[in-house]
């Protein structure tokens, strides 16, 4: 059951980051398109502050991706030299860890998004951009970041305590090791 939770949330976390992917190419043909523009002496205008946003909406969801396919760095002395249980406590203690951090940020996220939208902020630029159209789904991002870490940490945690600790390092291990496993 876990490891087919585990697969399910990577195929889906694949599918965002698609999307995700073709957003930020979307904004660097946009970019581009500006630049090629201002040598003509026209612009859009507004292209970095769009730029930005992109990079920020990209950043929170490209985070849970990066979860899934073991792109977070870690700094692994101890790990690298155990056997597979203490193995896999090391990592499921990093994923509480981690968990409990993205929680929390997405948590005091959610007061930026709130003000924003009760004040009908806008960015202070010519395009004047109603900040809640992008802290919103920056802040869905937080979330979701925030739910891939929780439910990973409790399907590792499930397969540690039923005694299947070696099951838990290709969703939660070191990237670096995988090819040193077998």
């Known amino acids: 059951m876990e490891l087919a939770l585990i697969n399910m949330l990577r195929q889906l976390n694949r599918g965002i980051a698609m999307i995700v ?4 190419l979307g904004m660097a043909a946009f970019v581009v398109a500006d630049i090629a523009l201002r040598q003509v002496h026209a612009s859009f205008g507004g292209s970095e502050e769009l730029a930005g946003y992109a990079m920020a909406l990209v950043s929170s969801w490209g985070m849970a991706y990066a979860l899934m396919e073991l792109g977070h760095i870690r700094i692994d002395l101890l790990r690298s030299r155990t056997q597979d249980t203490l193995r896999a406590l090391f990592d499921v203690f990093s994923m509480i860890v981690m968990s409990a951090v993205v929680v929390t940020v997405a948590i ?4 930026v998004v709130a003000r924003a939208v009760e004040n009908g902020s806008r960015a202070n630029t010519p395009l004047a951009t109603p900040l809640a159209w992008v802290q919103i789904p920056w802040f869905a991002g937080w979330v979701w970041f925030a739910v891939m870490t929780c439910l990973v940490t409790l399907a590792a945690i499930s397969l540690l305590v039923r005694g299947r600790a070696s099951e838990t390092e290709p969703f939660i291990g070191a990237f670096a090791e995988q090819g040193s496993l077998k």
């Open 21 to 24: 992917g073709l957003g930020l």
């Open 108 to 111: 005091k996220c959610w007061p």
